[in-house]
T-cell receptor
Framework: GAVVSQHPSRVICKSGTSVKIECRSL??????MFWYRQFPKQSLMLMAT?????????EQGVEKDKFLINHASLTLSTLTVTSAHPEDSSFYIC?????????FGPGTRLTVL | GNSVTQMEGPVTLSEEAFLTINCTYT??????LFWYVQYPGEGLQLLLK?????DKGSNKGFEATYRKETTSFHLEKGSVQVSDSAVYFC???????????FGAGTTVTVRA
């Protein structure tokens, strides 16, 4: 139980394009999901809290217009990186909350050329 | 605010060696403490946790004890294997909003 998936696992895009990353809780419903960003050999940086049916709450310094989050259902949250640039290249990880614990997805490697 | 300080790596060990990764924290109230493991190219997996002082979390031969007096949650394993090679993150949750504060991570490499 408590499986979280992410799609795609890897994506390469050109600078200026937008990329959507999906995070799904496969066997449970999650009213709260989180999006993290991880730079090489560094820790996870919390980007935002995604709440089903309401606007996401962004951490300080994260551009909400750049990183659009939509939590449209109890099993799906999406992160859209708009007008991506090479500095947005990173490993993006989501998590979903069940029984007061966070369960993490496998991550999405984004490379912007 | 909440913060976690973790010993810097990388740590390189031989198989069957003893592993310790130090973790100390700063938090108000009574946080829950966690160790997560990340294998190459993957997301995080919960390794073990402790929710109150003196609790011991254990899993797969790893142990960590919640020490309130020293604000520590050091991870230990008596005999490591090559398959334990990964990045280990100490984390705490201080409030009811499920947010986690992570340490910087420690890369462990176990050689046969």
């Amino acid at each position: 139980g408590a499986v979280v998936s992410q799609h795609p696992s890897r994506v390469i895009c050109k600078s200026g394009t937008s990329v959507k990353i999906e995070c799904r809780s496969l066997d449970f419903q999650a009213t709260t999901m989180f999006w993290y960003r991880q730079f090489p050999k560094q820790s996870l940086m919390l980007m935002a809290t995604s709440n089903e049916g309401s606007k996401a709450t962004y951490e300080q310094g994260v551009e909400k217009d750049k990183f659009l989050i939509n939590h449209a259902s109890l099993t799906l949250s999406t992160l859209t990186v708009t007008s991506a640039h090479p500095e947005d290249s990173s490993f993006y990880i989501c998590s979903a909350v069940q029984h007061n614990e966070q369960f993490f997805g496998p991550g999405t490697r984004l490379t912007v050329l | 605010g909440n913060s976690v300080t973790q010993m810097e790596g990388p740590v390189t060990l031989s198989e069957e060696a003893f592993l310790t990764i130090n973790c100390t924290y700063t938090a108000t109230g009574y946080p829950s403490l966690f160790w997560y493991v990340q294998y190459p190219g993957e997301g995080l997996q919960l390794l073990l946790k402790a929710t109150k002082a003196d609790d011991k979390g254990s899993n797969k031969g790893f142990e960590a004890t919640y020490r309130k007096e020293t604000t520590s949650f050091h991870l230990e394993k008596g005999s490591v294997q090559v398959s334990d090679s990964a990045v280990y993150f100490c984390a705490l949750r201080g409030g009811s909003d499920y947010k986690l504060s992570f340490g910087a991570g420690t890369t462990v490499t176990v050689r046969a």
